[in-house]
């Protein structure tokens, strides 16, 4: 939340304000306390999450090099029935010349 959100609604900044004089012990928790086991149990956690996604990032490494080598493939088939191509449109053009060339 940006600050000047507080400071245009004068009765939440009044709000924070009281909060702040309170002593911390008087303060509503925050939420359930941390404890070593939790902290434990979050570590693990993202632990697996981390092995978990190293092992994705493989598998995608490897789709990556087999889409960049069936890319390289299907750029050199693109190039040789481009040079086909000009080819049979060189041999089409020879053959139209002929046949105007003789009437």
């Known amino acids: 939340m940006d600050r000047t959100f507080l400071y245009r609604h004068r ?8 909060s702040e004089a309170l002593p911390s012990a008087a303060r509503p928790a925050a939420g359930p306390a941390v404890t070593r086991a ?3 149990a979050d570590l693990l956690a993202a ?5 978990r996604l190293a092992a994705r990032i493989r598998q ?7 889409l960049a080598e069936e890319n390289h493939q ?12 000009a080819a049979a449109r060189a041999a089409s053009r020879e053959l139209m010349a002929r046949l105007n060339t003789r009437s």
Not at 47 to 51: K, L, N, V, W
Not at 74 to 85: I, K, T, V
């Open 11 to 18: 009765d939440l900044l009044a709000q924070v304000h009281a």
């Open 38 to 40: 939790s902290l434990q």
């Open 47 to 51: 632990h697996e999450r981390s092995a």
């Open 60 to 66: 995608l490494e490897q789709q990556v090099t087999h």
């Open 74 to 85: 299907l750029r050199g088939s693109l190039a040789e029935r481009d040079q086909d191509l």
